[in-house]
């Protein structure tokens, strides 16, 4: 993965994060709108598995918001930035900016994670 993840210039991997993370408050404010706040409280984030923090994605990826991971990889937590505890709100947004990351940056291992608090 470290040789295709050096191929990812700067330019590609803003768009890409600006992308995601309009996605990601679409999708938080769409869940919002139509099931409101109530629910369990908790935290959502993405993990970005397979890119050292030390390359040139893994650089980059800092830059927007994501920080080493204590499993391994890179991770940004609430990537919707929504302010609220509601699990399912920020599970939405983390699950579209995992996506877009996935589709716009072809890395495979890009996942969404949760947990109740």
């Not at 993990?47 to 940004?76: A, D, H, P």
């Not at 399912?88 to 983390?94: C, D, K, M, R, V």
């Amino acid at each position: 993965m470290t040789a295709v993840a050096e191929k990812y210039d700067a330019a590609l991997v803003q768009s890409a994060c600006e992308e995601a993370s309009l996605e990601a408050r679409k999708a938080a404010k769409a869940f919002f709108d139509k099931h409101g706040d109530n629910d369990a409280c908790g935290f959502a984030w993405v993990n970005v598995y397979g890119v050292r923090s030390n390359s040139r994605l893994g650089k980059t990826l800092q830059t927007y918001g994501f920080s080493k991971s204590y499993t391994g990889g890179l991770q940004l937590w609430n990537p919707s930035k929504a302010a609220t505890q509601s699990i399912s709100i920020l599970e939405a947004g983390a699950d579209a900016y995992a996506r877009v990351l996935r589709e716009k940056l072809g890395l495979e291992k890009v996942y969404a994670g949760s947990r109740l608090d």
